[in-house]
């Protein structure tokens, strides 16, 4: 009789699975065995393989083919395609390539390529989009992330660096010597389902369990409850949306006034915390921060946050942080305070407490794992050095040769003839999509690498369809995962997909750079390679992995795990001097000259309150605020199209969550046809009333494939970030802001 453990391994960002194929056809992903809590993520890939959105064949926009490039950009997202033979197809690129970069130059390519590619290490979109450009000379860039951006350019400013975000204390640490988690954005296991370069084993879900087990308590600080398990018993504080630095204040208002504060810890491990407490105090600005003043702000009782300081004084506290923090205006704020309040209780270094960056955000963070360092696919040098901060897309689009500020300095934006996105959906990811869609249609040519017809698909000028993680082999070494696993082939390509090596080594041929981008490897040997150079690598760090030939036939393998509990900057507290931080000063600096001297009114020198551009405080009579936060049942929007993504719409549409006393209002009931709408675009979604989101606040998870209405733009499937503003959290990092956005509800005619 077959066992599920005698089907071959294959591995994705949500995790690890069995494949079970028949007559060529995937019938099943079975959960790995070593997986405790495994993802339902992956059975979204059953019925969508081979379904109605796959891409067969090489495709080009019927008005770019006949006009040639820069005709009708308009039309992408709206435009017919034909079909064209591989050959055709990159000829025409290659074609393409050097008109722009002899007409123009090779600032001119946007290579955004942005998102979540194949968990394998050889199979990996975007490595190998940059590594074939940068053969040609390079390109345009995007730096920083999505997920935190303000959280990644603050952070080096104040620990001396953007790794701590990964180097979090283990759970382990958290399980045996902590008190008390507060969680400011909650805990949420729907994001920790998800690890990048792919994961072998969940782990958040069970090391809460064994931590609330353990004694350990947790405050859920979000608008919704759902941000922490049921299951921990947690205290449930909700404050106003995007007001998080606010209550911070307000707490770190009481313990300097209660002398809650270790003074010895901020005179040896900080610089600048007298500046912040004059701050507190109001003898900068004549305004006392204390917890009336934050309570006003936040809209919850005064009472509440003074009782929350001094159970955080009272024990082994550690601080978190969501990454959905750093998604607010000002979203800088919240990771410096996070780190300030832990400072102020004196517990950074030590185990069980400190801060933390996005726990429950991904599975990585906390993970008990090895940090070896892996080879990954050489990209080469990109000789230009032009760069744009991930979320200012449109406005790069908008605003060729403008000027914009990022981390103390001043940039111009490109004149952008090119786009080429490989293993990401920017459709998904940015906000004020009608913004983006007007600003899409000005380069000459889009072309993008995919699988299926997403929205990025549909607003291109040619699109090259590519395999999925199922259709060739790779191999998952990821340096935040134990778990090294054999992805096996299960089922042959749909069509005329080809793996994204296959596609730009043929368009290579055409360019003459065929040798120099394979090195006269195929891809089974580049696997090797890959192998082979990590394997060494790990040997130097002590950690010993199986030959290649011994790891396929077993299928996977995992590192061994430190047996001690990790605890971030227990070096620089055992000895500041002789482990300083990379900062300027070698501390924390909750006051830094550096940023201070940017002269940015929207990031002073020390961390503030400053009002978002939307929020409730500012809301008129009926306004509500929007969070779109992660999805449960994909990856952004990977498999939005397969079946358990879909099993949870209402009506085909998102759903959109509210409480029952804004429901009643609009006159909406459970499971109603909803228009969320705003001055910037609208969406259709189905309504869920429920008591586990506080009033004033609806909830719409991203990810839902932008489907706009040809003659409304109302996106039909219910994705929120038409409705979200498209601005930067401050000149210093030019983060999205996805979740300081007010909108309006109201009953919706399902003719539409």
Same mark, same amino acid.
């Given at each position: 009789?077959?066992?599920?453990?005698?089907?071959?391994?294959?591995?994705?960002?949500?995790?690890?699975?069995?494949?079970?194929?028949?007559?060529?056809?995937?019938?099943?992903?079975?959960?790995?065995?070593?997986?405790?809590?495994?993802?339902?993520?992956?059975?979204?890939?059953?019925?969508?393989?081979?379904?109605?959105?796959?891409?067969?064949?090489?495709?080009?926009?019927?008005?770019?083919?006949?006009?040639?490039?820069?005709?009708?950009?308009?039309?992408?997202?709206?435009?017919?395609?034909?079909?064209?033979?591989?050959?055709?197809?990159?000829?025409?690129?290659?074609?393409?390539?050097?008109?722009?970069?002899?007409?123009?130059?090779?600032?001119?390519?946007?290579?955004?390529?942005?998102?979540?590619?194949?968990?394998?290490?050889?199979?990996?979109?975007?490595?190998?989009?940059?590594?074939?450009?940068?053969?040609?000379?390079?390109?345009?860039?995007?730096?920083?992330?999505?997920?935190?951006?303000?959280?990644?350019?603050?952070?080096?400013?104040?620990?001396?660096?953007?790794?701590?975000?990964?180097?979090?204390?283990?759970?382990?640490?958290?399980?045996?010597?902590?008190?008390?988690?507060?969680?400011?954005?909650?805990?949420?296991?729907?994001?920790?389902?998800?690890?990048?370069?792919?994961?072998?084993?969940?782990?958040? &879900? *069970?090391?809460?369990?064994? %931590?609330?087990?353990? !004694?350990?308590?947790? $405050?859920?600080? #979000?608008?919704?409850? +759902? @941000?922490?398990?049921?299951?921990?018993?947690?205290?449930?504080?909700?404050? &106003? *949306?995007?007001?998080?630095? %606010?209550?911070?204040? !307000?707490?770190?208002? $009481?313990?300097? #006034?209660?002398?809650? +504060? @270790?003074?010895?810890?901020?005179?040896?491990?900080?610089?600048?915390?007298? &500046?912040?407490?004059?701050?507190?105090?109001?003898?900068?600005?004549?305004?006392?921060?204390?917890?009336?003043?934050?309570?006003?702000?936040?809209?919850?009782?005064?009472?509440?946050?003074?009782?929350?300081? &001094?159970?955080?004084?009272?024990?082994?506290?550690?601080?978190?942080?969501?990454?959905?923090?750093?998604?607010?205006?000002?979203?800088?704020?919240?990771?410096?305070?996070?780190?300030?309040?832990?400072?102020?209780?004196?517990?950074?270094?030590?185990?069980?407490?400190?801060?933390?960056?996005?726990?429950?955000?991904?599975?990585?963070?906390?993970?008990?794992?090895?940090?070896?360092?892996?080879?990954?696919?050489?990209?080469?040098?990109?000789?230009?050095?032009?760069?744009?901060?991930?979320?200012?897309?449109?406005?790069?689009?908008?605003?060729?040769?403008?000027?914009?500020?990022?981390?103390?300095?001043?940039?111009?934006?490109?004149?952008?003839?090119?786009?080429?996105?490989?293993?990401?959906?920017?459709?998904?990811?940015?906000?004020?999509?009608?913004?983006?869609?007007?600003?899409?249609?000005?380069?000459?040519?889009?072309?993008?690498?995919?699988?299926?017809?997403?929205?990025?698909?549909?607003?291109?000028?040619?699109?090259?369809?590519?395999?999925?993680?199922?259709?060739?082999?790779?191999?998952?070494?990821?340096?935040?995962?134990?778990?090294?696993?054999?992805?096996?082939?299960?089922?042959?390509?749909?069509?005329?997909?080809?793996?994204?090596?296959?596609?730009?080594?043929?368009?290579?041929?055409?360019?003459?750079?065929?040798?120099?981008?394979?090195?006269?490897?195929?891809?089974?040997?580049?696997?090797?390679?890959?192998?082979?150079?990590?394997?060494?690598?790990?040997?130097?760090?002590?950690?010993?992995?199986?030959?290649?030939?011994?790891?396929?036939?077993?299928?996977?393998?995992?590192?061994?795990?430190?047996?001690?509990?990790?605890?971030?900057?227990?070096?620089?507290?055992?000895?500041?001097?002789?482990?300083?931080?990379?900062?300027?000063?070698?501390?924390?600096?909750?006051?830094?000259?550096?940023?201070?001297?940017?002269?940015?009114?929207?990031?002073?020198?020390?961390?503030?309150?400053?009002?978002?551009?939307?929020?409730?405080?500012?809301?008129?009579?009926?306004?509500?605020?929007?969070?779109?936060?992660?999805?449960?049942?994909?990856?952004?929007?990977?498999?939005?199209?397969?079946?358990?993504?879909?099993?949870?719409?209402?009506?085909?549409?998102?759903?959109?969550?509210?409480?029952?006393?804004?429901?009643?209002?609009?006159?909406?009931?459970?499971?109603?046809?909803?228009?969320?709408?705003?001055?910037?675009?609208?969406?259709?979604?189905?309504?869920?009333?429920?008591?586990?989101?506080?009033?004033?606040?609806?909830?719409?998870?991203?990810?839902?494939?932008?489907?706009?209405?040809?003659?409304?733009?109302?996106?039909?499937?219910?994705?929120?970030?038409?409705?979200?503003?498209?601005?930067?959290?401050?000149?210093?990092?030019?983060?999205?802001?996805?979740?300081?956005?007010?909108?309006?509800?109201?009953?919706?005619?399902?003719?539409?």
């Amino acid at each position: 009789m077959t066992k599920a453990t005698d089907f071959p391994l294959t591995s994705f960002h949500w995790g690890t699975y069995r494949a079970e194929a028949r007559n060529g056809d995937l019938v099943a992903l079975h959960p790995f065995e070593e997986d405790p809590d495994p993802s339902p993520i992956g059975q979204g890939y059953l019925g969508a393989l081979k379904g109605p959105d796959r891409i067969t064949a090489p495709m080009v926009r019927k008005g770019w083919l006949e006009g040639g490039a820069g005709t009708k950009g308009s039309l992408r997202g709206k435009d017919a395609f034909v079909e064209v033979s591989w050959d055709e197809a990159e000829q025409l690129i290659a074609d393409e390539l050097t008109r722009v970069i002899n007409a123009h130059g090779n600032q001119s390519i946007f290579a955004g390529s942005y998102g979540w590619a194949s968990a394998g290490r050889f199979h990996h979109a975007q490595s190998h989009l940059k590594r074939f450009l940068n053969l040609l000379g390079g390109f345009t860039r995007s730096v920083n992330s999505y997920s935190l951006a303000s959280g990644e350019v603050i952070l080096p400013h104040v620990l001396g660096g953007a790794e701590l975000i990964y180097d979090a204390t283990s759970w382990q640490s958290i399980i045996e010597s902590c008190d008390l988690m507060v969680a400011f954005g909650g805990v949420p296991i729907k994001n920790s389902m998800i690890g990048q370069g792919g994961l072998g084993a969940h782990r958040t &879900r *069970p090391a809460l369990l064994e %931590a609330r087990a353990a !004694g350990v308590e947790f $405050v859920n600080i #979000s608008p919704l409850k +759902s @941000d922490l398990s049921d299951a921990l018993s947690a205290e449930w504080i909700a404050p &106003r *949306p995007s007001t998080d630095a %606010a209550l911070m204040i !307000g707490l770190a208002h $009481v313990l300097l #006034s209660e002398g809650l +504060s @270790d003074r010895a810890f901020l005179d040896r491990y900080t610089v600048g915390f007298d &500046r912040f407490a004059n701050y507190l105090t109001g003898e900068s600005d004549g305004i006392v921060k204390n917890t009336d003043w934050a309570a006003e702000i936040c809209g919850i009782r005064s009472e509440e946050i003074q009782t929350l300081a &001094r159970r955080m004084a009272s024990g082994r506290t550690m601080i978190s942080v969501a990454w959905a923090l750093t998604r607010q205006d000002h979203g800088e704020q919240n990771f410096w305070l996070g780190t300030v309040l832990a400072a102020m209780l004196g517990q950074i270094g030590l185990p069980g407490g400190g801060v933390g960056f996005g726990y429950g955000a991904v599975n990585t963070v906390g993970l008990e794992r090895p940090s070896p360092r892996f080879q990954a696919v050489p990209q080469g040098r990109n000789k230009v050095k032009t760069f744009i901060p991930v979320a200012r897309i449109a406005e790069m689009l908008e605003n060729p040769g403008g000027e914009f500020d990022y981390n103390g300095k001043k940039h111009q934006f490109p004149d952008t003839k090119l786009i080429w996105w490989a293993g990401g959906n920017p459709f998904h990811h940015h906000q004020d999509l009608n913004r983006l869609r007007r600003a899409w249609a000005r380069p000459d040519t889009v072309i993008v690498n995919d699988w299926c017809w997403n929205s990025a698909a549909q607003h291109a000028d040619i699109v090259l369809p590519c395999t999925t993680p199922l259709e060739r082999a790779d191999i998952t070494l990821s340096p935040r995962d134990p778990y090294l696993v054999v992805m096996d082939k299960v089922v042959e390509p749909s069509g005329q997909a080809r793996d994204d090596y296959d596609i730009f080594r043929g368009i290579a041929r055409h360019l003459g750079i065929d040798r120099k981008y394979s090195e006269e490897r195929d891809a089974d040997q580049w696997i090797t390679w890959l192998y082979e150079q990590s394997r060494k690598s790990a040997t130097r760090a002590q950690i010993d992995l199986p030959p290649l030939d011994e790891l396929r036939k077993t299928g996977w393998f995992k590192m061994p795990v430190p047996n001690e509990p990790h605890i971030m900057l227990s070096k620089f507290r055992q000895d500041p001097e002789a482990s300083p931080l990379r900062t300027p000063s070698g501390k924390i600096e909750i006051f830094s000259e550096k940023i201070a001297s940017f002269g940015y009114d929207d990031c002073p020198g020390h961390p503030t309150w400053m009002e978002p551009v939307e929020w409730l405080g500012r809301a008129e009579q009926g306004q509500l605020h929007l969070i779109s936060n992660q999805p449960k049942n994909k990856l952004h929007s990977q498999l939005d199209q397969g079946p358990v993504a879909q099993g949870d719409r209402i009506g085909g549409r998102e759903p959109a969550m509210l409480h029952p006393d804004d429901a009643a209002a609009h006159g909406i009931r459970d499971g109603d046809c909803i228009r969320v709408f705003n001055g910037r675009g609208a969406c259709l979604c189905g309504a869920v009333v429920s008591d586990s989101i506080v009033p004033g606040v609806i909830q719409i998870s991203t990810g839902a494939w932008f489907r706009p209405d040809p003659d409304t733009d109302v996106c039909l499937s219910g994705n929120p970030n038409v409705l979200c503003k498209d601005k930067g959290t401050s000149r210093l990092s030019q983060g999205p802001t996805a979740h300081s956005c007010l909108v309006r509800v109201a009953l919706q005619d399902e003719r539409l």
